[in-house]
Each structure stands twice: as C-alpha cells, then as structure tokens.
C-alpha cells in the first residue's frame, strides 16, 4: 500500500475515533442531563449545591441535600451517583474520590463499598474501550517515556496481570487515569484490568467511604490521608505480589 494511501486511511480512521468519542461524550452528558432533570423538586437553594463535587464541601453540601430525599428516593439517589460516577471515571474527570466519600455518607458501609468498585471497574473498563479507539495517539504523543517503561513492566508481570493491577489499583505510583489510557496501548487485557481495577480500589475507597461517616463533620484538613490509612495501603498493597514472589520462588526450586 502507498505511503500516501496509508496515510489518508490513518486520518480517516482518528476522524472517526474522534467523532465516535464525541457522540458518546454527547450521550453521555445527556444521560447527566437526565437525572438532574428527573431528579424531585428540590428549594432554590437546595439547587445550588446539586452539581459534581470538586472539593469536599461540595461533597459535604450535596450530600446534606440528597440525604433529606434518600428516604423517599432512595433508588434515584443511587442512580444518580451511579451514573455521574461512571461519566466521571470514563473521560478520566476529577472528582470520584468526593463521590466514594459521599456514598459512604448516603449508604450502608458495605452497599457503599460495593457501588463505588463497580462504578470504578465499570468506568475504568470504558475508559480503556475509549483508549482503544483513540488513545494510542495521544498516549504515545505526549507520555512515550512512562509508556515505555510501563509496557516493560507488563511484559515482566504477563502471567500475572490481574496482581499487577491489582498493586497499581491499591498504591499511589501511578495516577488512575493514566492506567485506564495507557492499559489497551501497552497490551493489558480487559478482563484482568476490570477485574483487577474492582478489587484494587477496595482498600483506597474503604478509607474514603469511612471518612464519608462523618462527613458533615469533615474539613479538608480532617481528610488528608493519616499514617494509619498509608500503612493500611502499603499492607494491602504488598499481599498482590505475595503470590507472585512465591510464584517465583517455587519456579526457581524446581528449576
């Protein structure tokens, strides 16, 4: 095939990635749109607060609001959070930490546990299915070097990918956002990068969803990450890599 013909073929194919992309952004906006609207009829100055949590007053102040309508809207509320959840963590946005310490103020510990790993698993795994389609690009354009280191070190865990992920889900070395673009350009698969992805953020969203207890009282001072949750993620952290090392014990012995 000419270079030429190459070419065109290659500025054909991220038109339609990049059109594709956008029409699902579209959509999914208007599935925003939806529950905002559908939402029960709150006070003016209810309304002000009924927007995406940047910080965590406004986690503190939405939460406030929703929970005067859980009781009598409970599944709408959950909807809710379900589904801004997953539009946050599709298009990489900041913001879901403020969501998981508001589900821990709106739900049971363990309901609240439960919908912030799926919304995690589910949002990530689209992420990475929009990667697909137009990351590559981008990825390798503007972060080649940590591409490249992290490629080698998938290639080094290939026959334990689901621990890997599982580590990368649980510690702080690599930003969620960029695993969820760069796993389908280096060749992570997605059953283990979802799989992996909804039991990696258990042990981070635990410590989010317990500080989400005591929201009304929480101050963004109180929500800097103690000394105990830090040697609770580095504990929960290392147990991925234990099976590996024994792994890897057990193959050097026989050899």
Same mark, same amino acid.
């Given at each position: 095939?000419?270079?030429?013909?190459?070419?065109?073929?290659?500025?054909?194919?991220?038109?339609?990635?990049? %059109?594709?992309?956008?029409?699902?952004?579209?959509?999914?906006?208007?599935?925003?749109?939806?529950?905002?609207?559908?939402?029960?009829?709150?006070?003016?100055?209810?309304?002000?607060?009924?927007?995406?949590?940047?910080? %965590?007053?406004?986690?503190?102040q939405l939460g406030i609001v929703l929970s005067r309508y859980k009781t009598d809207h409970?599944?709408?509320?959950?909807?809710?959070?379900? %589904?801004?959840? %997953?539009?946050?963590?599709?298009f990489a946005i900041p913001g879901s930490l403020f969501l998981s310490v508001l589900s821990g103020f709106l739900f049971p510990f363990t309901i609240a546990l439960i919908l912030v790993c799926t919304c995690s698993a589910l949002g990530a795994s689209l992420c990475f299915l929009l990667s697909q389609l137009l990351g590559r690009k981008l990825v390798l354009k503007y972060y080649p070097e940590k591409a490249q280191a992290w490629a080698h070190q998938v290639d080094k865990h290939r026959d334990n990918l689901f621990n890997y992920v599982l580590f990368l889900r649980i510690t702080p070395f690599l930003p969620n956002w960029f695993i969820n673009l760069t796993a389908p350009v280096i060749g992570v698969p997605l059953v283990p990068f979802a799989v992996g992805t909804f039991f990696g953020v258990a042990p981070p969203s635990f410590v989010a969803i317990q500080g989400g207890q005591t929201l009304q009282n929480l101050t963004a001072d109180d929500f800097a990450i103690s000394a105990g949750s830090l040697t609770w993620l580095a504990v929960c952290g290392v147990v991925p890599l234990v099976p590996v090392i024994f792994k890897g014990w057990f193959k050097e012995k026989l050899e």
């Open positions: 095939m000419p270079t030429q013909q190459r070419t065109q073929d290659a500025a054909i194919s991220t038109r339609v990635a990049l %059109i594709s992309v956008l029409i699902i952004f579209i959509g999914s906006l208007f599935a925003l749109f939806l529950v905002y609207k559908t939402f029960p009829k709150v006070t003016d100055e209810e309304r002000q607060f009924i927007k995406l949590p940047w910080n %965590i007053e406004d986690a503190k409970y599944f709408q509320v959950m909807t809710g959070v379900f %589904i801004t959840y %997953i539009f946050l963590q599709t």
